[in-house]
């Protein structure tokens, strides 16, 4: 005798919330962020294939040790952005101070 349990959809208020995405955020919204993201990312490293290795697995300590995937997925792509306008400083006062 098989289990009705597994054959019915669970209700909505029983469903696994997926935490990594804002609600409501469309998918094009998100496909956008992420380029602006990986496009600031390759001023840094411009080898396509590093920068979305970093984007997908690199951890931000400053920014609750989460991916740029993971913080562009919850609606914070801004915060990424912030991070990468302050490297991207950085980068050009060394080079400055090293000229």
Do not use: C, K
């Not at 054959?7 to 380029?35: D, E, F, G, K």
């Not at 990986?38 to 040790?65: C, Q, S």
């Amino acid at each position: 005798m098989q289990s009705t349990l597994s054959t019915r959809p669970a209700p909505a208020r029983l469903r696994p919330v997926a935490h990594h995405q804002v609600p409501n955020q469309p998918a094009s919204s998100r496909m956008s962020a992420a380029l602006a993201v990986l496009r600031m990312a390759a001023t840094l490293d411009p080898d396509p294939l590093e920068a979305m290795a970093w984007y997908r697995n690199v951890p931000i300590a400053v920014l609750d040790g989460l991916t740029a995937a993971e913080l562009v997925n919850r609606g914070r792509a801004s915060a990424v952005l912030a991070f990468l306008r302050a490297a991207i400083e950085v980068e050009l006062a060394d080079a400055r101070r090293l000229a």
